[in-house]
C-alpha cells in the first residue's frame, strides 16, 4: 500500500454463523444482512462481512441465502488461521464485532496489526446470571454454567482494555463498560423505519379509542421460553381476573414452551382472556397489529436482555408495562414509555394495568411519550449514529506503515 492510499473498508466480523447455501451463496438472517445494507449508505467505502461458516443454523431465524457479489455488501468466509485472519483484516479500516471471548484473538490480532477494533455488547453478566437462572434447573449445572460466564467476562474485559471502542446496545453494558471504554456508543436496536412509526393521524385515533372505556387490550410478542418470561403471562391473567379488569391478551411467537403455556392457560380457565396466536410476519403483520389493536404490551422478561422489541413496540404507539430488569428500567429512563414493576410480581404488574384500565389518560400520554422515543431511535437514525461513530476510528494508513 503506498503512503498515499488509506484502507477505506468497513469489516463486519458477526457472531451469527453463516452456512452454505444450495446455490453456492451463504445462508444469513435478513435482519443481520440489512443492518450491514444500512451501514453500507453511511460507510464513505466498501462494507464487507465475514462470516464464519456453520452447517447447523437454528429454525427460528428467518434465514435466506445471499449471492457474494449480488448482495449490497460484500461477503466472504471468515479465515479460521489466525495467519490468515490477521492478512485478511490488514486490508481493512474499522472492524466491528460482537464481544465475545471467541474474538479474544481477533482483539490481539488487531492490536498487533493496528486495526482498530470496535467492539458491540448486548448482556451485562448480571443479565447472563439471570438467563442461566431461567433456563437451567438442575443446581449443579447451573453453578457450572454461571462459573463459565464468570471467566468469559474475565476475557470480554481483557479484550475491551485492548479495543479501539465500544457500541453498546442498551444500557446495561453501557453503565457497566463506560469506565474502559469513556468514548462508548449507546443504541437502542429497532428495525423499525421512520416511514413506518405510526402516524400523528393514527396515534391520534388510537388515542380516542383508549379513551372508550372499552376492556384493555394487551399482547407480548416473542419466543415462547424461559429467558422471556412466558410463565408469568397465565399469572398476570389470572390476577387481572380477579382484580375483576376487563381485559384480552393475544400472545404471539414459539418456542419450547408453547405447549406448556396453552396448558396452564386452560387449567387456570383463561381461554376466553388469553389466545396464542402463533408467528405473525414482522412487517406485514405485527407492526400493523400493533398500530391497529393494542394497547399495552406486556413484558414479563425476567432479564435485561437489550431485545429490539421495546422500541419496536414504542414506534407503533403502544407503551410498555413490565418487570423492572435492568435493560428495561434504562428504556424507560430514557423514554418515558413504560411502567415498571418488581421483577417477578405477576401480583404487583396486574395492580399497574387495573390502575391503566381506570385511568386510561396515562396510557395515552405515555404512548405518546414512546412514539417520540421511536422517532429519535428509528433503523435509520441508529444506523448513521453507529457508522459515525466507526467513521472516528478510520486509521491513517500512512501512519501504519
Same mark, same amino acid.
Given at each position: 500500500?503506498?503512503?498515499?492510499?488509506?484502507?477505506?473498508?468497513?469489516?463486519?466480523?458477526?457472531?451469527?454463523?453463516?452456512?452454505?447455501?444450495?446455490?453456492?451463496?451463504?445462508?444469513?438472517?435478513?435482519?443481520?444482512?440489512?443492518?450491514?445494507?444500512?451501514?453500507?449508505?453511511?460507510?464513505?467505502?466498501?462494507?464487507?462481512?465475514?462470516?464464519?461458516?456453520?452447517?447447523?443454523?437454528?429454525?427460528?431465524?428467518?434465514?435466506?441465502?445471499?449471492?457474494?457479489?449480488?448482495?449490497? %455488501?460484500?461477503?466472504?468466509? =471468515? +479465515?479460521?488461521? @489466525? !495467519?490468515?485472519?490477521?492478512?485478511?483484516?490488514? &486490508?481493512?479500516?474499522? $472492524?466491528?464485532?460482537?464481544?465475545?471471548?471467541?474474538?479474544?484473538?481477533?482483539?490481539?490480532?488487531?492490536?498487533?496489526?493496528?486495526?482498530?477494533?470496535?467492539?458491540?455488547?448486548?448482556?451485562?453478566?448480571?443479565?447472563?446470571?439471570?438467563?442461566?437462572?431461567?433456563?437451567?434447573?438442575?443446581?449443579?449445572?447451573?453453578?457450572?454454567?454461571?462459573?463459565?460466564?464468570?471467566?468469559?467476562?474475565?476475557?470480554?474485559?481483557?479484550?475491551?482494555?485492548?479495543?479501539?471502542?465500544?457500541?453498546?446496545?442498551?444500557?446495561? %453494558?453501557?453503565?457497566?463498560? =463506560? +469506565?474502559?471504554? @469513556? !468514548?462508548?456508543?449507546?443504541?437502542?436496536?429497532? &428495525?423499525?423505519?421512520? $416511514?413506518?412509526?405510526?402516524?400523528?393521524?393514527?396515534?391520534?385515533?388510537?388515542?380516542?379509542?383508549?379513551?372508550?372505556?372499552?376492556?384493555?387490550?394487551?399482547?407480548?410478542?416473542?419466543?415462547?421460553?424461559?429467558?422471556?418470561?412466558?410463565?408469568?403471562?397465565?399469572?398476570?391473567?389470572?390476577?387481572?381476573?380477579?382484580?375483576?379488569?376487563?381485559?384480552?391478551?393475544?400472545?404471539?411467537?414459539?418456542?419450547?414452551?408453547?405447549?406448556?403455556?396453552?396448558?396452564?392457560?386452560?387449567?387456570?380457565?383463561?381461554?376466553?382472556?388469553?389466545?396464542?396466536?402463533?408467528?405473525?410476519?414482522?412487517?406485514?403483520?405485527?407492526?400493523?397489529?400493533?398500530?391497529?389493536?393494542?394497547?399495552?404490551?406486556?413484558?414479563?422478561?425476567?432479564?435485561?436482555?437489550?431485545?429490539?422489541?421495546?422500541?419496536?413496540?414504542?414506534?407503533?404507539?403502544?407503551?410498555?408495562?413490565?418487570?423492572?430488569?435492568?435493560?428495561?428500567?434504562?428504556?424507560?429512563?430514557?423514554?418515558?414509555?413504560?411502567?415498571?414493576?418488581?421483577?417477578?410480581?405477576?401480583?404487583?404488574?396486574?395492580?399497574?394495568?387495573?390502575?391503566?384500565?381506570?385511568?386510561?389518560?396515562?396510557?395515552?400520554?405515555?404512548?405518546?411519550?414512546?412514539?417520540?422515543?421511536?422517532?429519535?431511535?428509528?433503523?435509520?437514525?441508529?444506523?448513521?449514529?453507529?457508522?459515525?461513530?466507526?467513521?472516528?476510528?478510520?486509521?491513517?494508513?500512512?501512519?501504519?506503515?
Amino acid at each position: 500500500m503506498s503512503i498515499s492510499e488509506k484502507p477505506t473498508e468497513l469489516l463486519l466480523l458477526p457472531s451469527l454463523r453463516a452456512k452454505l447455501g444450495p446455490n453456492g451463496g451463504l445462508v444469513l438472517t435478513r435482519k443481520y444482512m440489512n443492518g450491514a445494507a444500512e451501514y453500507a449508505k453511511y460507510w464513505p467505502g466498501p462494507v464487507t462481512t465475514l462470516a464464519y461458516l456453520d452447517d447447523h443454523l437454528s429454525d427460528d431465524m428467518d434465514h435466506a441465502e445471499y449471492m457474494p457479489g449480488a448482495a449490497e %455488501t460484500g461477503l466472504e468466509i =471468515r +479465515p479460521i488461521d @489466525p !495467519e490468515e485472519q490477521a492478512a485478511r483484516l490488514a &486490508r481493512g479500516a474499522v $472492524a466491528l464485532a460482537f464481544l465475545s471471548p471467541t474474538e479474544a484473538e481477533t482483539a490481539r490480532i488487531c492490536q498487533r496489526i493496528g486495526l482498530p477494533l470496535v467492539f458491540t455488547s448486548e448482556y451485562s453478566p448480571r443479565t447472563e446470571r439471570q438467563i442461566i437462572d431461567a433456563e437451567v434447573a438442575n443446581p449443579v449445572r447451573r453453578w457450572r454454567r454461571k462459573l463459565w460466564a464468570a471467566g468469559a467476562e474475565r476475557s470480554r474485559q481483557a479484550s475491551l482494555r485492548i479495543a479501539a471502542g465500544l457500541q453498546c446496545s442498551g444500557v446495561p %453494558t453501557f453503565d457497566l463498560y =463506560r +469506565p474502559l471504554q @469513556p !468514548e462508548s456508543l449507546l443504541f437502542f436496536d429497532n &428495525r423499525v423505519p421512520e $416511514a413506518d412509526i405510526i402516524s400523528e393521524e393514527a396515534l391520534a385515533a388510537k388515542a380516542l379509542s383508549v379513551m372508550e372505556g372499552r376492556p384493555l387490550r394487551l399482547i407480548f410478542g416473542g419466543r415462547l421460553i424461559a429467558m422471556k418470561g412466558v410463565r408469568e403471562i397465565p399469572k398476570v391473567a389470572r390476577e387481572l381476573v380477579k382484580l375483576g379488569v376487563p381485559f384480552t391478551f393475544e400472545v404471539y411467537g414459539s418456542g419450547a414452551l408453547e405447549q406448556e403455556l396453552r396448558d396452564e392457560i386452560a387449567h387456570q380457565d383463561l381461554g376466553d382472556k388469553v389466545r396464542l396466536g402463533g408467528v405473525l410476519d414482522f412487517q406485514t403483520a405485527w407492526i400493523p397489529l400493533l398500530k391497529r389493536e393494542v394497547d399495552i404490551f406486556v413484558c414479563c422478561h425476567p432479564q435485561g436482555d437489550p431485545s429490539c422489541t421495546y422500541p419496536e413496540v414504542m414506534s407503533c404507539g403502544v407503551p410498555i408495562a413490565g418487570y423492572d430488569n435492568e435493560a428495561f428500567v434504562g428504556v424507560v429512563k430514557h423514554s418515558g414509555g413504560g411502567w415498571l414493576s418488581p421483577m417477578n410480581d405477576p401480583v404487583a404488574l396486574a395492580n399497574q394495568l387495573a390502575e391503566l384500565y381506570r385511568d386510561r389518560g396515562q396510557i395515552v400520554e405515555v404512548a405518546r411519550r414512546a412514539r417520540d422515543f421511536a422517532l429519535r431511535h428509528t433503523f435509520e437514525a441508529t444506523f448513521a449514529r453507529r457508522t459515525a461513530h466507526l467513521r472516528s476510528y478510520i486509521r491513517d494508513a500512512a501512519a501504519a506503515e
